[in-house]
């Protein structure tokens, strides 16, 4: 017969076995520098309309993330550098440009404003009815821009 301690030790080292053993999420990166004011906000059916004014401070970013339907901006003032998760595709948008990010797990990127001044856009998400404005991605381990 097997002594109960024992069989609590067994158990504890077992159980601490999964946990190590276990994989862990990569770590999400979370914004720098980053404000966003929301102009306007309207629910038609299924469907919420977001205006909303974001700022990226120099050295600011969004941290990797995705959005849950599509946005629309334009690029008031600064520049954005846009980065998708491949870490090769990489595009500057400069004042009056239009940028479209699409939805889904598929397109995680972050933008990074690279500039000495603050970067100023526009965005209209197109988001379902409910959903955030985006979700935090984790970092695929591209070097860092600039």
């Given at each position: 017969?097997?002594?109960?301690?024992?069989?609590?030790?067994?158990?504890?080292?077992?159980?601490?076995?999964?946990?190590?053993?276990?994989?862990?999420?990569?770590m999400?990166?979370?914004?720098a520098?980053?404000?966003?004011?929301?102009?306007?906000?309207?629910?038609?059916g299924?469907?919420?309309?977001?205006?909303?004014?974001?700022?990226?401070?120099?050295?600011?970013?969004t941290?990797?993330?995705?959005?849950e339907g599509?946005?629309?901006g334009?690029?008031r003032?600064?520049?954005?550098?846009?980065?998708?998760?491949d870490?090769?595709?990489?595009d500057?948008?400069?004042?009056g440009?239009?940028?479209?990010?699409e939805?889904?797990?598929?397109?995680?990127?972050?933008?990074?404003?690279?500039?000495?001044?603050?970067?100023?856009?526009?965005?209209?998400?197109?988001?379902?009815?409910?959903?955030?404005?985006?979700?935090?991605?984790?970092?695929?381990?591209?070097?860092?821009l600039?």
């Amino acid at each position: 017969m097997t002594h109960p301690a024992r069989k609590l030790t067994l158990a504890a080292a077992a159980a601490l076995g999964v946990v190590l053993l276990a994989p862990t999420a990569a770590m999400a990166t979370p914004p720098a520098g980053v404000t966003g004011t929301i102009i306007y906000r309207k629910t038609i059916g299924d469907t919420d309309y977001i205006l909303r004014e974001i700022t990226v401070q120099p050295g600011g970013t969004t941290g990797w993330h995705t959005h849950e339907g599509t946005l629309y901006g334009v690029i008031r003032s600064g520049t954005l550098t846009h980065e998708m998760a491949d870490c090769t595709t990489v595009d500057t948008y400069r004042t009056g440009q239009l940028i479209v990010e699409e939805s889904g797990a598929e397109h995680v990127h972050r933008g990074v404003n690279l500039g000495k001044t603050p970067l100023v856009l526009d965005v209209l998400y197109v988001d379902p009815k409910g959903a955030p404005l985006s979700d935090d991605a984790a970092d695929p381990g591209c070097p860092e821009l600039g």
